[in-house]
């Protein structure tokens, strides 16, 4: 069943271990298509919120060589926006400066154990990555909860998660049909549920 307060939680604890890790600058590697440029800006515009340095990579697919070099060099925040769910494993073998990786996406994925790894995909709690949420949503979530203020940069989620084929239903629709009960925070969340298929509930 699909679960957003644990996801949600999972996104805390990830802003968590950022903020006590005191790095000061990040990898944001990220897709070349639209969820995930947006994504990108709102993981920036996030990660920026923190005091920490950012620095983009804008890839058509995660390569093994380019894992292999961001991971190996200094110690530092490195985000996978839209990118990198199917290479768990390979994230985790590369990084051999021990950075924090985090995670942004809502392709097929499988649990990280490792406690440097925050693998933030809606899939592990339940939601669908084709229909319930999009890379953008995610980012846009994550943003959220370090700054609940960067709501306003939700337009950005709304372009993303375009990319999620469907029939716009709202965040009622989706709370009469047996969703989780969790009322709207702002008219801008609201729109941006009614946008998405299966949106998660605000
Ligand atoms: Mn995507």
Known sequence: MAQLDPFLRRLAQAKETVVLSGLKDAVILHH???DGLCSAALTKIAIEKLGIET????????YPEVVRDVEGGSRRLVVFSDLGSGHVQLLESQNRSKSILVILDHHDTSESRDPLVHNLNPELNGFSGEKDASSSTVAYLFAKTVDP???TFAPLAIIGSTE???EAQTPRKR???NGPRVEASSSTDQ???????????Y
């Open 191 to 201: 729109f941006l549920g009614s946008l998405r298929h299966e949106p998660l509930p």
């Open 149 to 151: 203020t960067l709501v």
């Open 32 to 34: 070349d298509e639209a």
């Open 164 to 166: 999620i084929p469907g």
């Open 55 to 62: 620095r983009l990579i804008c890839l058509d697919k995660l």
């Open 175 to 177: 709370e009469q049909s």
